[in-house]
C-alpha cells in the first residue's frame, strides 16, 4: 500500500465537544465526550486529557476525530471516536485543533 492510499484509509474528521464529564470507571484519569461531528451525528470518545483540560472548558471546543477505527468499551463506555492529539515536553496531552472556524463533520485531508 502506498503512502497516499494508507492514509485515506483513515477518516479523519472534525466535531464539536457538546458535552464532556469525568469517566470514573476508566482505569486512567479520562473524561467521557460527546462531540458532534455534523452529518455523522453525536458520537461518545473517551480521553486522557485531563491534565491540561477541564470539562467546561472543552464544551464547545473544535476536536480533530479519528471516526473510522470501531467502538472500544472503556470502564463501560462506548468510544466510538479517537480524539487526537500530542505530547508536550512535560507529557501532557494536547489536542489538534483546527486554527479556525469550520463545520463539524468537515473532512481532514
Known amino acids: 500500500m502506498e503512502a497516499l492510499e494508507a492514509f485515506q484509509t483513515l477518516d479523519l474528521r472534525v466535531g464539536r465537544v457538546v458535552k464532556a ?5 476508566a482505569r ?3 473524561y467521557r ?3 458532534d461531528l455534523g ?3 453525536i458520537k ?3 480521553a486522557q486529557i485531563t491534565e491540561l483540560y477541564t470539562p467546561e472548558a472543552l464544551v464547545g471546543r473544535l ?4 471516526v473510522n477505527l470501531g ?3 472503556i470502564g463501560g463506555f462506548p468510544s466510538e471516536v479517537l480524539v487526537l492529539g500530542v505530547k508536550d515536553e ?3 496531552v494536547v489536542l489538534l485543533t483546527p486554527e479556525r472556524e469550520v463545520p463539524p463533520g468537515e473532512k481532514v485531508f
Not at 21 to 25: A, F, I, L, V
Not at 63 to 66: D, H, I, K, P, T
Open 21 to 25: 464529564e469525568p469517566h470514573e470507571k
Open 28 to 30: 486512567k484519569p479520562s
Open 33 to 35: 465526550l460527546w462531540i
Open 39 to 41: 452529518p455523522l451525528g
Open 44 to 46: 461518545r470518545s473517551s
Open 63 to 66: 476536536v480533530v476525530c479519528a
Open 71 to 73: 467502538t472500544r468499551v
Open 90 to 92: 512535560a507529557g501532557r
